[in-house]
């Protein structure tokens, strides 16, 4: 009876004994995994403390740039601003030196037309105190005779120059042919931008003809058409 009571508190022991270990076995087990879970978390406090710093240099980044930005914008108005100005006043100047070509153009064609006139007017008295003085007659020729004296006459061989225009062309060109007794027309034309003088002959089979006294070419001016890379606006004759 007693030897069953032995047998069985040491069952009982033997079982407490193992309950022991197995439990100490499974506490020794959830230490380690606290501990690794404890690692884990510093691990990512690490994480979240290095994002949270790499946040705020990011921020303070954007912070910087949009004052950037805004300086930009600030600066680019005030670029558009002076860039208006200067348009304005570049629109201003253009006007005034299209202002300034028109007052010269009208200066030079005034100033061609009273020079053309008085000495035409002067010209023409000259010349019929010499033909009354002289008896000289004009009259005008064939187109045969005038392309002879065209092709004869050496007024196409002075050089154009400052002291030397085209209005003298004409003029030497008409004294030359009225010396050979032909009645000859000084043609004055007027451009967009400025004026031109030129000769012609009234022929009796041809009818009139016009001559470039600079080049001896017989051209065919005509308003509204192109010559010497301008409109001809006007064209008058004077015998």
Same mark, same amino acid.
């Given at each position: 009876?007693?030897?069953?009571?032995? +047998?069985?508190?040491?069952?009982?022991?033997?079982?407490?004994?193992?309950?022991?270990?197995?439990?100490?076995?499974?506490?020794?087990?959830?230490?380690?995994?606290?501990?690794?879970?404890?690692?884990?978390?510093?691990?990512?406090? $690490?994480?979240?403390?290095?994002?949270?710093?790499?946040?705020?240099?990011?921020?303070?980044?954007?912070? $910087?740039?949009?004052?950037?930005?805004?300086?930009?914008?600030?600066? $680019?108005?005030?670029?558009?601003?002076?860039?208006?100005?200067?348009?304005?006043?570049?629109?201003?100047?253009?006007?005034?030196?299209?202002?300034?070509?028109?007052? +010269?153009?009208?200066?030079?064609?005034?100033?061609?037309?009273?020079?053309?006139?008085?000495?035409?007017?002067?010209?023409?008295?000259?010349?019929?105190?010499? +033909?009354?003085?002289?008896?000289?007659?004009?009259?005008?020729?064939?187109?045969?005779?005038?392309?002879?004296?065209?092709?004869?006459?050496?007024?196409?061989?002075?050089?154009?120059?400052?002291?030397?225009?085209?209005?003298?062309?004409?003029?030497?060109?008409?004294?030359?042919?009225?010396?050979?007794?032909?009645?000859?027309?000084?043609?004055?034309?007027?451009? $967009?931008?400025?004026?031109?003088?030129?000769?012609?002959?009234?022929? +009796?089979?041809?009818?009139?003809?016009?001559?470039?006294?600079?080049?001896?070419?017989?051209?065919?001016?005509?308003?509204?058409?192109?010559?010497?890379?301008?409109?001809?606006?006007?064209?008058?004759?004077?015998?």
């Amino acid at each position: 009876m007693v030897q069953g009571k032995v +047998v069985a508190l040491s069952l009982i022991c033997l079982v407490l004994i193992v309950g022991c270990f197995g439990s100490v076995f499974l506490l020794n087990q959830k230490e380690a995994e606290v501990a690794l879970k404890a690692e884990e978390l510093v691990v990512m406090e $690490t994480e979240k403390s290095s994002l949270e710093t790499k946040i705020a240099g990011l921020l303070s980044e954007k912070s $910087t740039l949009e004052l950037q930005v805004t300086g930009l914008e600030d600066e $680019t108005s005030e670029l558009n601003g002076e860039v208006a100005v200067l348009e304005s006043e570049v629109s201003n100047l253009q006007t005034e030196v299209s202002d300034l070509e028109t007052e +010269v153009i009208e200066s030079y064609n005034q100033g061609y037309s009273e020079g053309h006139e008085a000495g035409y007017d002067e010209g023409y008295v000259e010349g019929m105190d010499y +033909v009354t003085e002289n008896g000289y007659y004009m009259r005008d020729p064939t187109y045969a005779e005038a392309v002879a004296f065209i092709d004869s006459d050496l007024t196409d061989q002075h050089e154009y120059g400052d002291d030397y225009v085209c209005y003298d062309f004409t003029s030497d060109f008409n004294a030359n042919a009225e010396e050979q007794g032909y009645r000859c027309g000084f043609v004055y034309m007027t451009f $967009t931008s400025g004026a031109h003088a030129i000769a012609c002959f009234d022929t +009796v089979d041809e009818g009139i003809i016009y001559i470039e006294p600079q080049t001896d070419e017989i051209v065919a001016p005509k308003i509204g058409q192109i010559y010497n890379g301008d409109t001809v606006e006007s064209l008058g004759i004077i015998w």
